[in-house]
């Protein structure tokens, strides 16, 4: 029986830990390790925090709609910013396309936001055209509302560093006795 373990051991040292694709070859976790987007990525998605903050504030409904739409266009860039490739030949570089069409060839997952989103551009444009009435209050706050939960999926997608609670200050952890 001795020997049966000895040359077990034999074979673990000769194959070494088990390599990592994102770690150092001693981590020998299974499961990847999660990286945040690129800073051009996380400064997108700051300028459409910053975005949907102003367009909850403004006056009128065309502006708040035309920010918070500006708003989810740069959150659907970090989106291309992170994942996005070029195209691979000169012919399909030289269409251009919204980033409403590309979005869902390089994040399936993204596709229904992306069609809500493209159906609201005409309004976008006639709301920063200054057409009246081009969009309702009622229609600003759905895409205000829309926008913001777009965001938060996009910067859980990307970013992927869950922040955990903090501990508030007043709260005593029990110690669970040992003996």
């Given at each position: ?7 077990a ?79 691979p ?12 069409e590309?979005?869902p ?32 209050s ?42």
């Amino acid at each position: 029986m001795a020997s049966s373990n000895a040359a077990a051991a034999r074979r673990r040292r000769a194959t070494g830990p088990a390599p990592s694709l994102n770690g150092p070859a001693s981590d020998v976790h299974p499961v990847l390790r999660r990286t945040t987007a690129p800073p051009a990525a996380l400064d997108l998605l700051a300028q459409a925090r910053a975005g949907l903050d102003e367009a909850a504030v403004l006056e009128t409904p065309n502006e708040q709609y035309a920010t918070a739409h500006l708003a989810a266009l740069r959150t659907a860039a970090a989106v291309l910013a992170a994942r996005g490739r070029p195209e691979p030949t000169a012919r399909r570089r030289a269409k251009i396309r919204s980033a409403w069409e590309v979005l869902p060839e390089i994040a399936p997952e993204l596709a229904e936001w992306s069609a809500l989103f493209a159906a609201g551009a005409t309004r976008r444009a006639r709301a920063e055209a200054g057409i009246r009435g081009a969009a309702s209050s009622r229609d600003a706050d759905d895409l205000i509302r829309d926008v913001a939960m777009f965001l938060r999926l996009v910067e859980r997608m990307l970013v992927l560093q869950p922040v955990l609670p903090q501990p508030r200050p007043d709260e005593e952890r029990e110690v669970p006795d040992a003996g």
